[in-house]
């Protein structure tokens, strides 16, 4: 299927992209190849001064890189303006800090001297999601160009008016023509472009499925990956969480785009004595959320990214009722132009009930009570998933120690600030491996190139 950018809010279809030819995909691959040769000897500052002045572009025209997506994938205007001022400060931060990072290491051997310095791989094959189509192509464009390596993007096909934008972003800024190049190719070209000699890593950001696809090709190629794959977090409510500071929270750490967030708050787990207050507090909060376009500001509750997303979050939701959850609200598409889906809660859910284990991307909340902290530490540990999570407690201490029982690749206590651009972002088990941002996403891809020096007796 082609590239379509369709309006989640209204059902109509806005443009639509066809593949790229062979011919023209060898041409962007021989381009991105021939530029990194040029690119990997340019110098720090250099690269630097492009990097920024795409930031300084990207925070110069916020709204007009903000309607896209709220056009292409439903989210509302205010999030869409914070993902791209976000966006704009990655880019801004790995050209700052990106020459420290990858600075030689001194080493200390017993003999003679030695350091390890870093080197760009080559060309990278970037995966890409829509439901952050700026933040997420910031978060490789920025520190893998600074790093001296070039970039070839495959974006998600409901997305390419944002895919071509960004692109035309770092052109604008001054990046030769190769050094970040949006593909608009198939799956089964995607293939053909891992196998290709010249890429030399993959990154992905996607759903599980398709990290087992494309780590297996890349592993058939023996080409290093980085996976950033789904997520099911729990946010465990204890006896003593102040439910004032807790609700709000809650709230938008499950509706935050519509629920369509991978380490969102998707597993809600509270204490047995809190359990009840906190869960008819939480309910009344989300029925204050009002469905609307989202280019208005006054919208709290946007549509899904797509069709095909709401029709499987029913069919997530119906299974699951069928095997036995309880619905205490939602549960059905609203009755509107669009791919709206009411705001759902579920409970009861056993371990034999699909969703125990699924993740529901989207506004769905899954709610358990336990006995105690053990039994929620057990219990959101009881994932395939290892993204994120929260805990929420007015001892922090305790939360310090509930933090670091639980098996993900991030915990937040007392606040869901998923991303910054100096932090590390990434999971473990079927979330994933590797990270983005901060000091070790610049890492994933260079080598580690160790140099020694010395004068030593001739071997025997």
């Known amino acids: ?30 381009k991105a190849e021939s530029c990194f040769q040029q690119w990997r000897h340019t110098s720090y500052p250099e690269r630097a001064a492009i990097v920024n002045k795409a930031a300084l572009l990207m925070a110069a025209h916020i709204d007009d890189f903000a309607k896209l997506a709220t056009l292409e994938m439903g989210k509302r205007i205010d999030e869409a303006r914070a993902e791209v001022k976000f966006s704009s400060d990655i880019l801004a931060y790995y050209a700052k800090h990106g020459e420290a990072f990858l600075q030689p290491t001194k080493l200390h051997p017993t003999d003679g001297t030695a350091h390890m310095e870093s080197t760009p791989f080559g060309v990278l094959l970037c995966v890409e999601p829509w439901n952050f189509p700026f933040y997420q192509l910031a978060r490789i464009a920025g520190p893998h160009l600074m790093a001296g390596n070039t970039v070839v993007v495959k974006h998600a096909s409901c997305v390419p008016q944002c895919a071509i934008a960004f692109e035309k972003l770092l052109i604008d800024a001054g990046a030769p023509v190769g050094a970040y190049t949006n593909l608009l190719i198939s799956h089964e070209q995607a293939f053909q472009v891992i196998d290709d000699p010249r890429i030399k890593g993959v990154a992905l950001t996607g759903s599980v499925d398709a990290g087992r696809s494309i780590a297996a090709r890349a592993g058939q190629n023996l080409k290093k990956s980085s996976m950033e794959l789904g997520g099911s977090d729990a946010f465990i ?10 609700i709000p929270w809650a709230v938008w750490g499950r509706m935050y785009n519509a629920g369509q967030t991978c380490c969102a708050a998707k597993r809600f787990i ?27 500001e006054k919208t709290t509750h946007g549509p899904l990214s797509t069709e095909d997303a709401l029709l499987q979050l029913l069919k997530q939701v119906d299974t699951a009722v069928a095997k036995g959850a309880t619905l205490l609200m939602g549960g059905k598409r609203i009755d509107r132009p669009g791919s709206f889906m009411q705001i759902t809660i579920l409970s009861d859910i056993q371990p034999d009930n699909p969703a125990f284990r699924d993740e529901f991307f989207g506004p769905v909340v899954s709610f358990y009570r336990v006995k105690d902290e053990a039994a929620a530490i057990a219990l959101a540990n009881d994932s395939d998933f290892g993204l994120g999570g929260s805990v929420w407690t007015k001892d922090e201490a305790r939360g310090k120690r509930v933090a670091s029982a639980v098996d993900t690749g991030m915990m937040f206590i007392n606040n869901l600030n998923w991303s910054d651009a100096e932090l590390p972002f990434g999971g473990i088990k079927n979330s994933g491996y590797g990270r983005e941002l901060g000091n070790m996403g610049i890492q994933e891809f260079v080598n580690k190139k160790l140099v020694r020096m010395g004068h030593f007796p001739a071997p025997l």
């Not at 379509?4 to 992209?17: V, Y």
């Not at 509270?270 to 208005?296: C, H, N, W, Y």
């Open 237 to 246: 409510v204890l006896e003593d969480a102040d439910l004032d500071k807790v």
């Open 270 to 296: 509270a204490v047995e004595s809190i359990a009840d207050e906190f869960l008819a507090r939480f309910k009344q909060a989300l029925e204050t959320l009002k469905p609307g376009d989202p280019m208005d």
């Open 1 to 30: 299927m082609a590239y379509q950018s369709i309006n989640p809010n209204t059902g109509k279809l806005l443009k639509t992209h066809d593949h790229l030819t062979s011919a023209q995909l060898e041409k962007s691959l021989a």
